[in-house]
């Protein structure tokens, strides 16, 4: 896997070339680069093409979120039952679950995104490194559970909640009506 810069803005030849040298491209990377699937014969061969900035290889660093990049360059590891996203490249998911089982990690749930397989899973405290090594792991960050964000919105702007006025027979008295302001 690696990152192929085009020399100037992406072009649709820029892509051609790509698939012509056996890529397979997963996401667009700014500036002016993609996330490309590619064995290393077609690496070179599109790192010779003159509309090619560069091709680099997808190195595990480049797969972690800040905090876990900080984790393992300091040899830190996560905490007991550490729960991770991890994001598979497309069509990995039977390779990858053999090799994260030999891991030690446990998938606790599986969904789809359009870069490939999210899976929330169990990692073993010693086994991050080793699990952005794996070929067939795109990204990983730390799981957060989804939660409501809208609830927290008016608190944190200091916004009162609307309280309706009404008039003693229950019509509301402080909303203007959009006929009454000519809209």
Partial sequence: TYIAQARGPVTAAF????TSAGG???????????????????ADRLA???????????EPYYKLEMKLLEMAVAGQLLPDDALLNVVLFPG????????????GVVVLTQDRT???AKLVARVPSDQLSALARLTEVQGLERYRPRRLA????????????FKA????DGTVTNVLREDYLGL
Avoid at 151 to 159: A, E, K, M, Q, S
Wanted: charged share 20%; net charge positive; hydrophobic share 35%.
């Fill in 24 to 42: 397979r491209i997963v996401s667009y990377i700014p500036n002016n680069a993609y996330l490309v699937r590619l064995d290393s014969g077609g």
């Fill in 92 to 103: 990995s998911e039977p390779t990858a679950a053999r090799r994260l089982a030999k891991l």
């Fill in 48 to 58: 010779n093409w003159p509309g090619t900035q560069s091709v680099l290889p997808f």
């Fill in 165 to 168: 006025q009404t008039a003693a």
């Fill in 150 to 161: 809208n609830d927290l919105t008016r608190p944190r702007l200091g916004v009162e909640v």
């Fill in 15 to 18: 892509r051609r070339h790509i």
């Fill in 114 to 116: 359009p870069f490939g």
